[in-house]
């Protein structure tokens, strides 16, 4: 799917032209896997169809999102804001049938691309960025899970249509990976700074001698 959607970036077709085709191919295949997906749900190989759908689903977001990636391709336009809208419908849409279809997956997927569309939301617009967004953007994702595990545990329960604001366990999993991911990348000490921990010296063998050949305690 990755290498049929890059061919028309391949060729010197119009930005517009190569990115909707991308974006075709890549819905082609979400297409195709949606239904086998439903069928099968979390049975093999539903599963792989479920990883199948929620990569076509990101394969079209990037597609239709002009502002991701080194290389932006200049598209002007109704086209321009159309592309603007595509980015806040296509995730909204997919999470919206993630949480119809229980499919934690597409939903996970759904979530991380409407943060993309926050985060390029000021370069579509033409707003200059501030050096204080990302406290904004974090005080702003904050709010937000605060405010749906309410909704979750005020329901009855403590659920609402099946969903309930518990930590999964391979949400714990993926907690710890990024507490080790914090620890091993972390900057060193300031130059300057007192250590905190000293290695001891190395022992020195010393204090007598050592017979036979005249050997001393420095032999």
């Not at 985060?119 to 994702?141: C, H, Q, S």
Request: aromatic share 10%; with cysteine; charged share 15%.
């Amino acid at each position: 799917m990755i290498c049929l959607a890059a061919i028309p970036f391949a060729y010197g077709l119009p930005a517009a032209l190569q990115r909707g085709i991308a974006a075709a191919i890549a819905a082609s295949v979400l297409i195709g896997a949606r239904a086998p997906r439903l069928k099968l749900r979390d049975d093999y190989p539903g599963d792989e169809y479920g990883v199948l759908q929620a990569t076509a689903l990101a394969g079209v977001y990037a597609a239709v999102n002009i502002e991701i990636g080194p290389a932006r391709y200049a598209v002007a336009g109704w086209l321009y804001w159309f592309s603007y809208v595509l980015t806040w419908i296509v995730p909204l849409a997919a999470l919206r049938l993630g949480i119809r279809d229980r499919d934690r997956l597409l939903i996970d997927v759904s979530l991380a691309l409407t943060i993309v569309s926050l985060v390029t939301n000021k370069e579509y617009l033409g707003w200059a960025r501030n050096t204080w967004d990302p406290i904004v953007f974090g005080v702003f994702v904050i709010a937000a899970a605060v405010l749906v595990r309410r909704w979750l545990d005020s329901g009855p329960g403590g659920e609402r249509h099946g969903f309930t604001a518990r930590i999964l366990e391979k949400d714990r999993d993926l907690l710890a990976l990024a507490g080790v991911a914090s620890t091993v990348l972390q900057p060193g000490a300031a130059p300057g700074a007192r250590a905190t921990h000293t290695e001891p010296a190395p022992a020195q063998f010393g204090g007598g001698r050592s017979g036979g050949g005249g050997g001393g305690d420095r032999f």
